[in-house]
Structure formats: C-alpha cells, structure tokens
C-alpha cells in the first residue's frame, strides 16, 4: 500500500508540473499585455522548465515500468493586481512544489524505494535554485515599487 501511495504520487508530480507550466503562461501572457516582454518572456521560460520537469517525471516512470495516469492540471489563474502578485504567486508556487517533492523524497527513504529517491534528490536540488529565483524577482520587484523606471529595469534585466 505504501509503494501504490508513493507511485500515486510521482503520477500526481506529473500533473502538479504541467500545472505549473499553464500557471507561469498565464502570467506571462498578462505580463506580455502589460507590456512588460522581458517579464513575460522569463515566464515563458519557467513554463519550459516546468514542462521539462514533468516528461523528466514521464520519463523516469516508463524506465521503473510504472503507469502514469494523466490529470488535467485545475485551470491556471488569468488576471492579476499587478507584476508584483505575480512574483508572490510564482513564489507560493514554487514553495508548495517544493513541499510536495520533498514529500515524495520522504515517502521513497520511508518504504526503501532507492531509485524514486535517487531521482527525486535531482527535483529537490532544482526547487532549491527555483526558490532562490522566486525570491529574488520578488524582492526586486517589491524594491522597484511603483517606479516605472526601475520596473522596466527589472524587465530589461529579466529578458536576458
């Protein structure tokens, strides 16, 4: 039962990252409305990322020879207050996935799956580099403030 419980997991992470790949489009489509390109376009970018993480999950199912059940990911978010709810909602995100690999991490130690925990010692050196991203954009955009100026700075900065 635990073993079925943790496979039911990993299948979950599959749908919790194509999740997070429409939730950082969406923003990037506001921001890209905003007239904020630089935004949106590392936005896009986290989308592909996301999307990288979830067939890196596919992947490692087919080589355990596990099933994967696909879910539709709940529709993402489309309006926002402003370019900072959206590095506060990015950072939320990024710490509840954080919270859920760890939990897949913890459940592959407790029933001695050393392969799952293996793998997953990759996501969670990535969460750690994706916090770090999150929290940096936000503490810059709460610097920025309501300084048009320094918000396109950082949207500049931000299109790299």
């Not at 506060?88 to 029933?111: D, G, P, W």
């Not at 050196?125 to 100026?149: C, F, H, S, Y």
Request: hydrophobic letters at 45%; aromatic letters at 10%.
């Amino acid at each position: 039962m635990a073993n079925e419980d943790l496979y039911a997991a990993v299948n979950d992470q599959i749908t919790h990252e194509l999740g997070a790949e429409m939730q950082y489009l969406s923003m990037s489509f506001w921001l890209e409305r905003e007239n904020l390109h630089g935004m949106a376009n590392w936005f896009r970018k986290q989308a592909f990322e996301e999307h990288e993480h979830a067939m890196k999950i596919v992947s490692f199912m087919n080589e355990w020879d596990l099933p994967i059940t696909l879910k539709s990911p709940p529709n993402p978010v489309t309006e926002f207050e402003s370019p900072q709810a959206i590095f506060e909602a990015a950072l939320a995100h990024e710490q509840k996935v954080t919270s859920e690999i760890n939990n897949i991490f913890s459940m592959a130690r407790e029933a001695s799956i050393w392969h799952i925990e293996v793998a997953f010692q990759w996501f969670i050196t990535e969460q750690v580099e994706e916090e770090v991203n999150a929290r940096d954009n936000l503490a810059k955009i709460k610097m920025a403030g309501d300084n048009p100026a320094a918000i396109f700075e950082l949207d500049r900065h931000l299109s790299a």
